[in-house]
Nanobody, 123 residues
Framework: QVQLVESGGGSVQAGGSLRLSCAAS????????MGWFRQAPGKEREAVAA?????????YYTDSVKGRFTISQDNAKNTVYLQMNSLKPEDTAMYYC???????????????WGQGTQVTVSS
């Protein structure tokens, strides 16, 4: 069965770090993009970062995470990572892995979603 499985969420104090992982299994859909979205209570879902999985260096970051978050991939493991440093309380949200066609930081280009992993940053 095609699925995306996230891990690595949790609770951390402001200034701390977390690394999210997203493992794709059974995903033979013609995707070339994986990314991360987040949704905080009462707010709209927003794209956080994305990577062109065939393009190596082509990445996208929303302005609020530039310089703090890094998206990377391990093609051998069909896994995408989101390294989150210098976390802020406003980063608190449910984080969702997404896969689809580039530019999958637009949700219309997403063909598959993960179940989500919670990130909580306390001040």
């Amino acid at each position: 069965q095609v699925q995306l499985v996230e891990s690595g969420g949790g609770s951390v104090q402001a200034g701390g770090s977390l690394r999210l992982s997203c493992a794709a299994s059974g995903y033979t859909y013609s995707s070339n993009c994986m990314g991360w979205f987040r949704q905080a209570p009462g707010k709209e879902r927003e794209a956080v970062a994305a990577i062109h999985t065939d393009g190596g260096d082509i990445t996208y970051y929303t302005d609020s995470v530039k310089g703090r978050f890094t998206i990377s991939q391990d093609n051998a493991k069909n896994t995408v990572y989101l390294q989150m440093n210098s976390l802020k309380p406003e980063d608190t949200a449910m984080y969702y892995c997404a896969a689809g066609r580039f530019p999958c930081y637009f949700s219309d280009y997403v063909g598959l979603w993960g179940q989500g992993t919670q990130v909580t940053v306390s001040s």
